[in-house]
């Protein structure tokens, strides 16, 4: 069966901390891994995309990892206004994406 | 950017009604998605849409369908509301090539 698991569920640090998330797959084909951002009462966004072992990204204070079953997400110098729910995304074979539960980031003022 | 809109923030139906989720994107995407969000488990594919009149089932499309008459609208349909479908409904499209995806902000069903 297709899943993606996150790790961990939430998150809790203080302003100006390093926020550290990750996510394991287990899919039966692998085309790339993205990380979506929700706040609440909205639609995911979209961050970013990875597409190999060992792809590495980084989007502003955000750093991401692609390994071989799974992903890491470091924000750095975390703010208030970086509280949301943080979903990585596996995108399979066919047209299909597969999500995680999340993992939801409150950042402590 | 892509602009997904979802016809209804909150909807509250009945046991037994037909309801009809409307969503509308304006980039000529070709892919169309349907997910529900509950608590602790995430987004679940209830059906995608790759064509006009194309429907694929996801993994959860046990009591729902879907029509795609235009290529920007996606309709799902719940044929008789059940309480087990109260839920967050987020409809999503997507360009070829796997890109991302773009989700609107999603409709809050309460089924009483």
């Known amino acids: 069966e297709n899943q993606v698991e996150h790790s961990p569920h939430f998150l809790g640090p203080q302003q100006g901390d390093v926020a550290s998330m990750s996510c394991t797959y287990s899919?039966?084909?692998?085309?790339?891994l993205q990380w979506y951002r929700q706040n609440t009462g909205m639609g995911p966004k979209h961050l970013l995309s990875?597409?190999?072992a060992g792809y590495e990204k980084q989007k502003g204070r955000l750093n991401a990892t692609l390994l071989k079953n799974g992903s890491s997400l470091y924000i750095t110098a975390v703010q208030p206004e970086d509280s949301a729910t943080y979903f990585c995304?596996?995108?399979?074979?066919?047209?299909?994406?597969?999500f995680g539960a999340g993992t939801r980031l409150f950042v402590k003022a | 950017d892509v602009k997904v809109t979802q016809s209804s923030r909150y909807l509250v139906k009945r046991t037994g009604e037909k309801v009809f989720l409307e969503c509308v994107q304006d980039?000529?995407?070709?892919?169309m998605f349907w997910y529900r969000q509950d608590p602790g488990l995430g987004l679940r594919l209830i059906y995608f849409?790759?064509?006009?009149?194309?429907?694929e089932k996801g993994d959860i499309p046990e009591g729902y369908s879907v029509s795609r008459e235009k290529k920007e609208r996606f309709s799902l349909i719940l044929e008789s509301a059940s309480t087990n479908q109260t839920s967050m409904y987020l409809c999503?499209?997507?360009?070829?090539?796997?890109?991302?995806?773009?989700f609107g902000s999603g409709t809050q069903l309460s089924v009483l």
């Open positions: 999503a499209s997507k360009g070829p090539d796997n890109e991302k995806l773009f």
């Open positions: 899919v039966s084909r692998f085309n790339n």
């Open positions: 990875m597409y190999s």
């Open positions: 995304a596996v995108v399979g074979g066919g047209f299909k994406t597969i």
């Open positions: 980039m000529d995407h070709e892919n």
């Open positions: 849409s790759y064509d006009v009149k194309m429907k």
